[in-house]
Structure formats: C-alpha cells, structure tokens
C-alpha cells in the first residue's frame, strides 16, 4: 500500500518563474492539504483541498494556487517566485474526517 | 489564534535514559493534539495523538504522551531512549471549528548520545 507520494523531490527554479508540484494522495484519502517547510521551523499550513475544491486556506498569498482532480491526487502551483519561497513543500492526504494526516516526503524547492 | 509551543530548540540524552519532548499549546475549545517526527530528508512521520479519554496515550516505537488539560501540555516521553530516536520532532494541535489542518510547532531536535 503505497503511502503518500510527491514529485518533484527536488527542483531549482529562478526568481519570476512559476512552479508546479504534484502529489498523490495514500490510498484510501481523499483530503489532500499542502504546508510549506521553511529551513529550521514547522510546517506551514498552505491550503487543503477536497472533492476538488480549496476547503480551507492559511496565509499565503494569491500567488500559491492548487488544484484537486478526481482521483483526489493534487497539484500546488507557484507563480513570480521568490527567494523567499525556497522551502520543503509538503502534501499530507487523510480520509474523510479522519485522522492524522499522513505525509510524504516532500518537494524540495531552491529558488536562485 | 491557535499556537503550539516547543520551548527546547534541542534536547540531549544518554542512550537508555529517559527522554521528554515538552509541548504546550493555545487553541480554543478541545484539542485534538499530535506527534510527528521528522528524519533528515523525509517527511513527517505519525507517532500518536490524543483526540479525547485516556490522558495516557501510546504511540509508536515505544513514544507516549500525556495529556494535561490544567497545563495546556501535551510532552512526549519514552522510558529508554535508543540512538535511531535521534530526529526532529514536531507537535501540533488541530484547530476546533473546521479543516483539518494542523499548527505546527517549530520543533525539538533529540539527540541521543551512545
């Protein structure tokens, strides 16, 4: 039973470009939410996504979007990177009311 | 406004001995609370959580936590510590009221020394 899975697991990206990251939820999930890992801190709640809509979303700004698809896997996009945005993005999938969240590895972004 | 609180950046402790990760927490209504830990280059890894009754809870690899209400705590524990729970290790409380996103805390690093 394959866990929670995410690709890229690490890209590099220049200031004013856009990014995209994927992820594939574990079997079973169909709540996919999507935190920022900064160097040295906590994850950062990004935005969640359920029967394809944005459920809830924290602080970041419009420039981070997302997508959910019908097989519940998700993608988080980036737009006018920053420097600011170099970070471990990381997507947890759960099911329905369910808990905990389980994690995958994660996108390691460095922007130059 | 919901926040976790890890006081120790970093803990240190002899292989065999006792360990506690300390967490204290501010959110409103009932908490669900969690530990996750985290190893060089992976993601975070589900070790327990407290959703209501027993204060007690046992997780995985030996770890508990005890729920202390009066003291909005929520510490980690393990009796004997062994060198592979070297990692870092995040708690985080789940907000009341919607989602099911966490607030993280920043985390604990252990060290534990052979």
């Known amino acids: 039973d394959a866990g929670v899975t995410q690709s890229p697991t690490h890209l590099i990206k220049t200031r004013g470009q856009q990014v995209t990251l994927r992820c594939s939820p574990k079997s079973g999930h169909d709540t996919v939410s999507w935190y920022q890992q900064a160097l040295g801190q906590g994850p950062q709640f990004i935005f969640q996504y359920y029967e394809e809509e944005e459920r809830q979303r924290g602080n970041f700004p419009d420039r981070f979007s997302g997508h959910q698809f019908p097989n519940y896997s998700s993608e988080l996009n980036v737009n006018a990177l920053l420097l600011g945005d170099s970070a471990l993005y990381l997507c947890?999938?759960?099911?329905?009311?369910?808990?905990?969240?389980?994690f995958g590895d994660g996108t390691r972004l460095s922007i130059l | 406004a919901q926040s976790v609180a890890q006081p120790e950046d970093q803990v240190n402790v002899a292989e065999g001995n006792p360990l506690t990760v300390k967490c204290t927490y501010s959110v409103s209504g009932n908490p669900y609370l969690f530990w996750y830990v985290q190893y060089p280059n992976r993601g975070l890894q589900f070790l327990l959580k407290y959703i209501t009754g027993d204060n007690l809870v046992k997780g995985s690899y030996g770890f508990e936590a005890e729920f202390n209400k009066s003291q909005t705590s929520f510490h980690l524990k393990k009796p004997s510590a062994l060198v592979s729970d070297s990692a870092l290790y995040f708690c985080a409380v789940r907000p009341t009221g919607g989602g099911q996103n966490f607030v993280f805390g920043p985390g604990t690093r252990l060290s534990v020394l052979p």
């Open positions: 947890a999938s759960s099911p329905t009311g369910g808990q905990p969240q389980h």
